[in-house]
């Protein structure tokens, strides 16, 4: 029986998530270092991390890990990447597409489908148009452009509808529901930004399509998703690595996989546009993000070291350690292992993680399992393997005429 209880936390990152199936595959061909199997007993994702995490904990019981991974893999180069022959890709399309509705293939392949679309998108215009139109009319403050600026929006231009067939046909819920892998999923409720996370047994037939959308519903672009009467979105606004959740669950030993390249890796061009500049704040941030969770996990390995015998007897020690786990754990708790995979360059920019054509899934698959085969832990920032982040075991304070005090430190 393996020790170890082991966890995959799945990033979110749109098309660039391709990247992390390619990690994952070499996780399930490659093992451990030891060379034994990794059989994962918790999967957390967020975004597109949501769908590949779902995926696999449909998959685990019936396939194996290896085999749940190549059916993923599968998945994405014949389904979720686009192709002319499939008119488009399977996780959304324009709303009335020329590209797609100009293109003979289509209509040669898929005639009926080409033609209702075609019907159901313009009505869908139509409606947000007269929406549009309804709202500006009836805006009673702010000039003509401030009144225009309010109306626009882009998810009146996009449709998610592909991802819900998608999801609906390569993914089983009962399976999640009977699974003995916990699957934790998050997403963020739109009206007051608290984080949701969503567990095996809220994933019914109809419930779990919302949710793997609702995590996958990236602000301003795609609709949030309705849940239990509320709106949700894109649980990345918050939390696009769900390490903690996996650290809560019980999971000693972690495989991390993100998609945000060395902030110092993207140029800084002199003339930056828009979307430019809001990619480079939205890495800055999670890159901060995940380095504090490892940073943190890092100090609760020197903690749990340190305090190995007297754990008990520090209660500022158990107060820190209860705010990571949820709970306060008990003498045995084990050292957290930490595997970090990510790109160290720019996979695509701001666009990237819209771009699912078929040519570039495929290369970022390839590049992900190369990456991970010639992994070095080290450089990668692991906690637990070789040795942790240097994280002070406590935080100093040093206050004019005053004796040097210490403290726990705080979140």
Request: proline content about 5%.
């Amino acid at each position: 029986m393996d020790r170890h209880k082991t966890a995959l936390v799945l990033s979110g990152g749109g098309a660039d998530s391709a990247y992390g199936v390619g990690v994952l595959k070499a996780l399930a061909r490659k093992g451990r270092a030891d060379g034994s199997p990794i059989r994962p007993r918790i999967m957390t994702g967020t975004s597109a991390g949501a769908y590949n995490a779902a995926f696999l904990t449909s998959r685990l019981r019936a396939d194996g890990f290896l085999g749940a991974v190549e059916r993923l893999e599968e998945t994405w180069r014949r389904r979720v990447a686009g192709t002319p022959y499939r008119c488009g890709n399977g996780v959304f399309r324009y709303l009335g597409d020329p590209v797609t509705a100009l293109d003979p293939r289509c209509f040669i392949s898929q005639p009926f489908q080409q033609a209702g679309r075609l019907a159901q998108d313009g009505a869908a215009m139509v409606r947000n148009l007269l929406n549009g139109v309804n709202q500006f009319v009836s805006a009673e403050e702010g000039d003509l452009v401030e009144r225009l600026l309010n109306t626009i929006s882009l998810c009146s231009l996009v449709t998610i509808e592909p991802l819900r067939q998608t999801i609906a046909e390569t993914i089983s819920m009962q399976a999640i529901r009977r699974a003995a892998v916990q699957l934790v999923v998050t997403a963020i409720r739109w009206s007051d930004g608290q984080m949701r996370l969503f567990r095996n047994q809220e994933f019914s037939q109809r419930k779990g399509d919302d949710i793997i959308l609702a995590s996958s519903a990236i602000p301003g672009f795609f609709p949030p998703v309705e849940i239990d009467g509320q709106p949700f979105v894109d649980g990345g606004v918050l939390m696009n690595t769900p390490l903690r959740p996996a650290i809560r669950a019980g999971a000693d030993e972690i495989y991390i996989t993100y998609f945000d390249p060395d902030v110092s890796r993207i140029p800084v061009r002199s003339m930056e546009s828009t979307l430019d500049a809001l990619y480079r704040t939205m890495v800055i941030s999670w890159a901060a993000r995940i380095n504090r969770d490892v940073r943190e996990a890092s100090l609760v390995n020197r903690v749990i070291r340190h305090f190995s015998r007297d754990l008990q007897a520090d209660p500022a020690a158990l107060d820190f350690l209860q705010r990571v786990f949820g709970k306060r754990p008990g003498f045995k708790r084990r050292v957290l292992t930490i595997h970090r995979f990510h790109p160290r360059d720019d996979l695509g920019g701001a666009l990237g993680i819209l771009n699912f054509e078929s040519g570039r899934v495929a290369k970022l698959i390839e590049r992900g399992y190369r990456d991970t085969m010639e992994h070095d832990c080290q450089a990668s920032g692991c906690a637990g393997v070789a040795a942790d982040a240097p994280v002070p075991l406590y935080e100093e304070r040093r206050g004019e005429g005053k004796q040097a005090e210490t403290r726990w430190p705080s979140r």
